[in-house]
């Protein structure tokens, strides 16, 4: 069974204090790891996706990076308009070969940006 | 494109009523899947579809049926709603390859 944690379960920063979340993972058969961003109130929205360790992804502030056991979105001077539920989900080959796309998420981290 | 529309909103049922939850996509994409999403619980997939026609099971499809009689629709039944489906559903689609799209999701209160 595929399992993802997250960590911290919360996040409160100072505009531009930098810093890292954690999504551990178990799958048998990485298919490819997802990071959603989801603002109070709407659907997630998605940001990266990595397919194997060692891979890295960017876009603005936000940066992901991913290993065989885990994932991290470092977050470099975060504004407050970064605060939002950040969730971590994966995809595995499932049985026989293919899981038709099902993820499996994360409980999500709550970052909080103070100006 | 209007993406993935889910209707409606909002809804408060009374236990014992039932209601469908509807959802839209205009991308043509193949899959789609209902999640519900509680506090400390993360996304949990209910039920999902990988063609018009064709629907199975997710991880939590106990009290829910869906149909998909339509590729850009995806129906999620409530048959005698609980107050344990107080929840917000989310439906998403995603084409043969790439990452899935969500909706904004459906409020749901069962007193």
């Known amino acids: 069974e595929d399992q993802v944690t997250q960590s911290p379960e919360a996040l409160r920063l100072q505009e531009g204090e930098s810093s890292s979340l954690n999504c551990s993972y178990t799958?048998?058969?990485?298919?490819?790891l997802f990071w959603y961003r989801q603002d109070p109130g709407k659907g997630p929205e998605f940001l990266f996706t990595?397919?194997?360790a060692g891979e890295e992804k960017e876009k603005e502030r936000l940066k992901a990076t991913l290993t065989k056991k885990e994932s991290f979105l470092h977050i470099t001077a975060p504004k407050p308009e970064d605060s939002a539920t950040y969730l971590c989900?994966?995809?595995?080959?499932?049985?026989?070969?293919?899981?038709?796309?099902?993820?499996?998420f994360g409980q999500g981290t709550i970052l909080t940006v103070h100006p | 494109n209007a993406g993935v529309t889910q209707t409606p909103k909002f809804r408060v049922l009374k236990t014992g009523q039932s209601m469908t939850l509807l959802c839209a996509q205009d991308?043509?994409?193949?899959?789609m899947y209902w999640y519900r999403q509680d506090p400390g619980m993360g996304l949990r997939l209910i039920h999902y579809?990988?063609?018009?026609?064709?629907?199975a099971k997710g991880e939590v499809p106990d009290g829910y049926n869906v149909s998909r009689l339509k590729k850009q629709n995806f129906l999620l039944g409530l048959e005698s709603a609980a107050p344990s489906q107080t929840s917000v559903y989310f439906c998403?689609?995603?084409?043969?390859?790439?990452?899935?799209?969500f909706g904004p999701g459906t409020r749901l209160t069962v007193t």
């Open positions: 990595l397919y194997s």
């Open positions: 799958v048998s058969g990485l298919r490819g």
């Open positions: 579809s990988v063609g018009e026609g064709t629907t």
């Open positions: 998403a689609s995603r084409p043969m390859r790439g990452e899935q799209y």
């Open positions: 991308m043509n994409h193949e899959y």
């Open positions: 989900a994966v995809r595995s080959a499932g049985a026989g070969g293919t899981s038709y796309g099902k993820l499996t």
